[in-house]
């Protein structure tokens, strides 16, 4: 595979007013969201789930590819299409996750590294073979009394930059995704220097890993108040410092930014992505957009409760969702469409 077909994957990840939907779950996290609602955590349970998700009519209109579980790259429809097929005839790439998860750091109490890259050539190649055509690697940065230290800022930007050049060799587009968690009480300045901190070193990193920047996507949080920091930063304020670290440290060859909800609510992660996309319009460096694992999931996965019965309820509500985010792409989301839907 050329650079031309990673740029060509790329951008069709980030088609205008299009986003990608997480659905990447570990069968540890789905345990925690189907707790939530009292599902038990079995393999046909995940798979009816995922089947319910990806069946939903429409989705490729506002979704533009799907980042998946090993697990679930390999399950089935009901009808016995594979979820990569089913995917792809509803216009949507189908991804999947590669990373193995955060793990401690020696001698960083409190700080994760992410591990994985034993053995990546060898899965890239299956996943490529499968169909995948991108990945993704998430690195989690917490921020914390003294932390994070450099050690977590430039181990986690060299893990993805590695992760980055190995995808690209297989032939698949790398997600990169460096979170800074918004768990704690720090303020929106505290998140965003470390954000800026974060970014600087992953582009350093891909830059000596001589990563195609225009075949990537990066999927940065936003810049936003620790979740118990009693000042909480407002939509535009949030929206405002968020594009103004991206432009100094995210090179306008990358083909496009895909915001994570990281535990914000669904309204307030589509509310930011719009305001981002109305004061910074036409002058935005890349296309600015999605890919909501909770933010697009909550709705749906409430709506759903394990029953066939009420399928068509949580893929109204998934669609719904999908809908508000692609609208904030090109700031065209209000709370009167919120409204209108609740009403319906
Ligand atoms: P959230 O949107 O729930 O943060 O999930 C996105 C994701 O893929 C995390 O790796």
């Known amino acids: 595979m050329s650079n031309q077909d990673l740029v060509t994957i790329a951008k069709t ?48 209109k506002y979704i ?25 005839k509803q216009g949507i790439l189908p991804g999947i996750k590669v990373d193995a998860g955060a793990k401690p750091l020696a001698l960083h109490p409190g700080e994760l590294v992410t591990e994985g890259l034993d053995g990546l050539p060898k899965r890239c190649a299956e996943y490529a073979k499968l169909g995948a055509k991108f990945a993704k ?23 993805l930059s590695r992760y980055a050049a190995i995808c690209q060799e297989a032939g698949i587009v790398p997600i990169v995704e460096p979170e800074v968690l918004m768990d704690g009480d720090h303020t929106i300045d505290r998140c965003e220097e470390i954000t800026e901190w974060a970014l600087k070193a992953l582009y350093d990193a891909l830059y000596v890993d001589r990563v195609v920047l225009e075949g990537t996507v990066l999927k940065p949080n936003m810049v936003i108040s620790g979740k ?37 609510s669904d309204e307030v992660a589509t509310a930011h992505l719009n305001a981002m996309n109305r004061i910074f319009k036409g002058n935005l460096p890349w296309p600015v957009s999605y890919s909501y694992g909770r933010a697009l999931q909550a709705a749906p996965l409430k709506a759903w409760k394990g029953s066939a019965a009420n399928v068509a309820a949580a893929q109204a509500a998934l669609i719904h969702r999908s809908r508000m985010n692609s609208l904030a792409c090109e700031a065209r989301y209000s709370a009167d469409e919120e409204k209108q839907a609740q009403a319906a």
């Not at 799907?66 to 009901?78: P, W």
């Not at 989690?140 to 450099?150: D, W």
């Open 228 to 264: 118990g920091c009693p000042q909480q930063a407002s939509i535009d304020e949030v929206a405002e410092r968020t594009v103004r670290i991206l432009k100094r440290t995210v090179p306008s060859a990358v083909a496009g930014i895909v915001f994570l909800s990281g535990g914000q």
């Open 13 to 60: 990840m980030v088609s205008p007013c299009k986003g990608i939907l997480a659905a990447d779950e570990s069968t540890g996290t789905i345990e925690n969201r189907f707790k939530g609602i009292n599902v038990e955590n079995t393999e046909e349970n995940r798979r009816a789930y995922r089947d319910m998700l990806f069946t939903t009519k429409d989705l490729g």
């Open 64 to 88: 533009s590819g799907v980042i998946l579980y090993d697990e679930t790259l390999r399950q089935k429809s009901a009808d016995g299409t594979s979820f990569i097929e089913l995917l792809k």
């Open 137 to 159: 690697w998430r690195a989690v940065i917490t921020i914390g009394k003294g932390i994070p230290s450099a050690a977590c800022i430039e181990e986690n930007a060299h893990a």
